[in-house]
T-cell receptor, first 116, second 113 residues
Framework: GAVVSQHPSWVICKSGTSVKIECRSL??????MFWYRQFPKQSLMLMAT?????????EQGVEKDKFLINHASLTLSTLTVTSAHPEDSSFYIC????????????FGNGTRLTVT | GENVEQHPSTLSVQEGDSAVIKCTYS??????FPWYKQELGKRPQLIID?????GEKKDQRIAVTLNKTAKHFSLHITETQPEDSAVYFC????????????FGTGTSLTVIP
């Protein structure tokens, strides 16, 4: 149980274009999902908390207009990287937890974004 | 956010030896502490976790200890095997803002056969 599916697994796009990444909880409902970014050989950095039916909460330094998050249902959150630039190239991973706050996060497979 | 520090950043051990990774956190209200293992290019996988009402938890070769007073917790791997080689991350939640997990900087463990 507690499967999180993320698509696409990798994407290459040109500078200036936008890319949408989907995160789905397959066998549980998630009122909250979390988006992380991971640069090579670095840790997972929390970007934002996605809240079903309301606005996302962004971490300090993360541009909300550049990283648009939509959490329209209890099983789907999307992250759109707008006007992508090469420095946005990274590994983006979503996560969610099925139970109480005092329980582990389950991660999607991640999306490798390369902006050329 | 929650400040999670992790040491060491790299660790090499001989096969069969033990490995210990330590983390400290800042939010005194944090009550749940997981450890994740991440292999190259893959998602983090939970390997063990501990809640604040206990001081130690063990699962075969893996154990986690927690000292809430000092706000630190440690991962212990005994009888290490080459397949234990990976990057390990600790995490702690920031309770007052919604239990978001903040991760340590990671420890790259290499088990030498």
């Amino acid at each position: 149980g507690a499967v999180v599916s993320q698509h696409p697994s990798w994407v290459i796009c040109k500078s200036g274009t936008s890319v949408k990444i989907e995160c789905r909880s397959l066998d549980f409902q998630a009122t909250t999902m979390f988006w992380y970014r991971q640069f090579p050989k670095q840790s997972l950095m929390l970007m934002a908390t996605s809240n079903e039916g309301s606005k996302a909460t962004y971490e300090q330094g993360v541009e909300k207009d550049k990283f648009l998050i939509n959490h329209a249902s209890l099983t789907l959150s999307t992250l759109t990287v707008t006007s992508a630039h090469p420095e946005d190239s990274s590994f983006y991973i979503c996560s969610a937890r099925p139970g109480t706050d005092n329980s582990p996060l389950h991660f999607g497979n991640g999306t490798r974004l390369t902006v050329t | 956010g929650e400040n999670v520090e992790q040491h060491p950043s790299t660790l090499s051990v001989q096969e069969g030896d033990s490995a210990v990774i330590k983390c400290t956190y800042s939010d005194s209200a944090s009550n749940y502490f997981p450890w994740y293992k991440q292999e190259l290019g893959k998602r983090p996988q939970l390997i063990i976790d501990i809640r604040s009402n206990v001081g130690e938890k063990k699962d075969q070769r893996i154990a986690v200890t927690l000292n809430k007073t000092a706000k630190h917790f440690s991962l212990h791997i005994t009888e290490t095997q080459p397949e234990d080689s990976a990057v390990y991350f600790c995490a702690a939640p920031q309770v007052y803002t919604g239990n978001q997990f903040y991760f340590g900087t990671g420890t790259s463990l290499t088990v030498i056969p």
